[in-house]
């Protein structure tokens, strides 16, 4: 099992890149850099590239809608190149609150539009003169533009023509064309114990139709980590993180976080963060995150607790231990996990 960790999004991010050496030091093998409604990730992880050597530089995520297939592909290939290969295409189609209130574009078809994007940036890599029928017509037909356009490939030769892309998904038929098309899956809150029962069916139609030159699926879990017998208080570290994404991260019926929480077996509890974090009563809703959940979706506790829970995430497949780590000596904390493994 990999390590891997992602850096903070809302902070200072010359800051956050020039950490990343230091993790890199200490045995993290993948840094992830956020977007959301922040920075861009791509101008970070460009930074990020020139302070590291070995580490894997993945977005997680970029948003399938702020961006087109074409740009999605010379982006991941021009970080390839200044990384010398270690880039990661980390894609999702992000949510209605932050699709439609940030970039001002419809929220629909994120299936279909996951897919044509996968494919056309597989072509541009492979140096293919790109054309697409879909919602991403290439080149623009007559009529819907000047229809001058023309099937056109990328310019420069890629350090690699298969960057690996993972896909962030959470609802079943999401999950499922991870299993079918991606290299990697970045789920969240994720529950070993549960993921089998929430997600296992939809993995297992995916992957009956997965090309076996993908590879198998690598999967990208984790949480807070804190390792020794002190730690428990760290464990309330979390609280306004999963309440923020279990009750503010999307509206009534449309919070994909809430619905995975529901499916884990807390549908009360779930409905309470809700209402409290969408009536302003943040706090509350921090405090009523289940203790149960927060014990099993991150790894906080004495080692034998952390072993233990290693093994859960394992067992899962989870293939990349992404991790928070907490506490005084976060590096430290680091190798304690790599000596673990």
Known sequence: MEISTTLKYAGDAVAAAEEAAALEQAGVDVAWVSELYGFDAPTIMGFLAARTERIRIGSAILPIYSRTPALLAQT?????????????????????????????????????????????????????????????????????GTGLGK?????????????????????????????EIAEGWLPFLFLPEKARTVWGEALDRGAAKRDAALGPLQTVAGGLLAIGDDTDELLDLARPFA???????????????????????????????????????????????????????????????????????????VTVLNVAPAGPDPLGTLRRLRALL
């Open 243 to 317: 309440a923020l994404y279990i009750g503010g991260m999307g509206a009534k019926g449309r919070n994909f976080y809430n619905n995975v929480v529901r499916r884990y077996g807390y549908e009360a509890e779930a409905e309470q963060i809700q209402e409290l974090y969408l009536s302003g009563r943040k706090q509350e809703a921090e405090a009523a995150v289940p203790r149960e959940l927060l014990r099993l979706t991150n790894l906080v506790g004495p080692e034998g607790f952390v072993r233990e829970r290693l093994a859960a995430f394992a067992e899962a497949g």
């Open 76 to 144: 991941a290939a021009g970080l390839d190149a200044v990384s010398g290969g270690r880039a990661i295409l980390g894609l999702g189609a992000s949510g209605p609150q932050v699709v439609e209130g940030w970039h001002g574009v419809p929220y629909d078809k994120p299936i279909q539009r996951t897919r044509e994007i996968v494919e056309i940036v597989r072509r541009v890599w492979r140096r293919e003169a790109v054309t697409n029928d879909g919602l991403y017509p290439l080149p623009l037909p007559p009529g819907a």
């Open 151 to 179: 099937p056109l490939k990328l310019i420069n030769r890629p350090v690699r023509e298969r960057i690996p892309v993972f896909l962030a998904a959470l609802g079943e038929r999401n999950v499922e064309l991870v299993a």
